[in-house]
């Protein structure tokens, strides 16, 4: 489905990505992870088409997608998370659901077709917000929603999109262990419906509970890669974790 | 009496005027995330389009090469379509670049066009201007009564903007501008083109705002390049800062306030001194309010409020959800 290969990224002098590689295939959850600085959301960018990679090439769907804008991405059915959740903060709830959905993407061209969407969109992003518990705020402005809830809008909102992957930037970063089993559930419950994931985490309990398989990166090189555990596993990892100071609590 | 009554008339016919750009501004700034400080150039392009267009042909002692003598509707269309040309052009080079570096190519552009109408005699008959040009439904009535007919008409077209930036801004394509407007990073992983869809909502803005140029020259019977400085930009920023950035109410709100306070004084019959005193008054009054406002409702008289949409029922969403075994 995703195949990234010999990808490097400059910024000015600073190599962030340095020759990484790594594939993922239909119906995969696959952890990428590494210490603060290694790179991961560099790649995130290169792929997503937010950054021009100064070398190598990213197919997606059997497409060679190197260089494609960030729309045009979004377009061909991949979605990305940002490290630090947002949302669009002075739209409603359901107004960040329709942004993402397909219908309204459909009917942006027609400038002065059709003010009020679809009844049948309406109530598409109702049942994702039921779903995610969000279905009281559907009125209210993200602004006022609690970090919780604005996690939670991230999936509700990708659903819209019916995407064929999600890149996931640090899901679990700042969620507090119960909600981080719902994450789980969800992600769980999204790879049913057909959905392929690449998942950037620090926390290794969260990326061993939900990844078929694992890359490790450490200054933007690709330092292992495998079943889960196994990457976990390698002494380089441990050593570069341990030295981090991530900690074994994480493992 | 009546002399208040027409002057009221004619204030609330410039209020309109203002309104539409204000209503257009509201779209670029309140909707989408153009922060434009040079709307005045299409105000401008709408005016001068329409005069070229229908002006009878120079007379000896006027300079300008062009009056087409076409009628008017074609004008109207014309100047739309040129002002719709104009942001597609200015928008070229200057929607690549940063929100703050937009802002200051805008106010540029619209310097350069001033500059434009005053040195390009041939086209615009430079400072002079081009004078006694024709009002539409003009016969219909007797002249004193044509106050009330221009006002009609003004207010028709701030109804028309009003309707058409609503329906924009509520639509698919609006709500693209809002997110874009909110955060751009987000809205490209929504398949949102921030350079294409800032690009048609340029042009949208300027449609409509060189359609208030056409409004406007039938208010004065003239154009002279005066007119078109960014003291008006200013005048519409001010106005829906007033009124509320965000809020078609606030846009027209802010722009008959606006025009209350700046243009009322002017039917005191005063000596020329206190004229001068009024004048830097009322811009005082309108900083003063301005002040005002920015300490006390910061997002205006009438602040942005929510899109209500007629939400499905929660309970049957619940349901739907586990029928479809997405629970
Ligand atoms: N926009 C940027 N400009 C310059 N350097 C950057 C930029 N973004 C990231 N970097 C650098 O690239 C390296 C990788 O960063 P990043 O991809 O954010 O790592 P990670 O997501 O793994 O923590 C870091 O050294 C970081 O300082
Ligand atoms: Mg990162």
Redo the contacts with the bound molecule.
């Keep these: 489905m995703l195949e990234v290969r010999n990808v490097s990224l400059y ?1 000015g002098g ?1 190599c ?1 990505v340095n020759d990484m590689s790594l594939e993922v295939a239909e119906g995969e959850i696959v952890g990428l992870i ?1 210490t ?7 790649l995130f960018n290169v792929i997503t088409g937010f950054a021009r990679a100064s070398s190598g090439t990213v197919r997606f769907l059997g497409r060679d997608v190197t260089g494609y804008s960030g729309p045009r991405i979004a377009q061909a059915g991949m979605l990305r998370t940002f490290q630090t959740p947002v949302g669009f903060p002075k739209m409603t709830v359901m107004e960040n659901m329709l942004v993402f959905s397909r219908a309204d993407a459909a009917a942006r061209p027609s400038i002065f077709r059709g003010a009020s969407p679809a009844r049948a969109v309406l109530e598409e992003a109702m049942e994702f917000l039921a779903i995610f518990g969000l279905a009281a705020r559907a009125g209210d402005w993200v602004q006022d929603l609690a970090a919780p809830e604005l996690k939670m809008l991230e999936f509700a909102r990708a659903m819209m999109a019916h995407p064929k992957m999600l890149l996931l930037d640090e899901p679990a970063a700042g969620v507090n262990p119960a909600l981080q089993g719902n994450l789980i559930e969800h992600i769980g419950a999204l790879r049913r419906r057909g959905v392929t994931f690449l998942v950037v985490d620090h926390n290794l309990r969260f990326i061993r509970d939900i990844c078929d398989r694992a890359y490790a990166m450490a200054d933007g090189r690709l330092i292992a890669s495998g079943p889960t555990g196994d990457v976990l596993n390698n002494p380089d990892v441990i050593r570069l974790y341990l030295g981090g100071g991530a900690g074994e609590e994480a493992a | 009496m009546e002399g208040i009554l027409l002057f009221a008339i004619s204030i609330g016919t410039l209020a309109a005027i203002y309104g539409m750009v204000t209503l257009a501004l509201n779209l670029e700034t309140g909707t989408g995330p153009l922060w434009d400080l040079g709307i005045v150039s299409f105000f401008g392009i709408g005016a001068y389009a329409y005069v070229i267009l229908t002006a009878a042909p120079a007379e000896g002692h006027q300079h300008y090469l062009y009056g087409f003598g076409l009628p008017m509707w074609l004008g109207v269309i014309g100047a739309a379509l040129a002002g719709a040309v104009a942001a597609w052009f200015i928008g070229l080079p200057s929607l690549r670049l940063r929100k703050e570096y937009f802002l200051i190519v805008t106010l540029a552009f619209a310097e350069v066009l001033r500059q434009l109408y005053i040195n390009e005699d041939w086209l615009t008959n430079g400072v002079a201007g081009i004078y006694g040009l024709e009002q539409p439904l003009r016969g219909l009535v007797e002249a004193r009564q044509y106050t009330y007919v221009l006002f009609a008409l003004a207010i028709c077209g701030l109804l028309a903007v009003w309707a058409l930036t609503r329906m924009i801004s509520l639509s698919a394509f609006g709500r693209a501008c809002k997110a874009l407007r909110e955060n751009e990073a987000l809205a490209i992983t929504a398949g949102i083109d921030p350079r294409r869809t800032s690009m048609v909502l340029y042009v949208l803005a300027g449609a409509f705002t060189a359609v208030a140029g056409v409004f406007y020259v039938w208010y004065n019977t003239l154009v002279v390049p005066g007119q078109f400085s960014s003291d008006l930009t200013f005048f519409v920023w001010t106005a829906l800062i007033i009124g509320g950035v965000g809020s078609s109410r606030g846009a027209l709100f802010g722009a008959f306030i606006f025009i209350l306070l700046h243009d009322s004084l002017r039917f005191l019959q005063v000596s020329g001194e206190t004229a001068v005193t009024l004048t830097s008054l009322r811009t005082a009054l309108i900083g003063l309010l301005l002040i005002l406002i920015l300490r006390f409702r910061p997002n205006g008289i009438f602040p942005e409020t929510r899109v209500v949409f007629k939400l499905p029922d929660r309970a049957k969403a619940a349901e739907g959800a586990k029928r479809k075994g997405l629970a």
Excluded: E, M, R, V
């Excluded at chain 1, 603060?36 to 959301?41: Q, V």
């Design positions: 910024y600073i962030a590494g603060n600085g290694a790179g991961k959301t560099s």
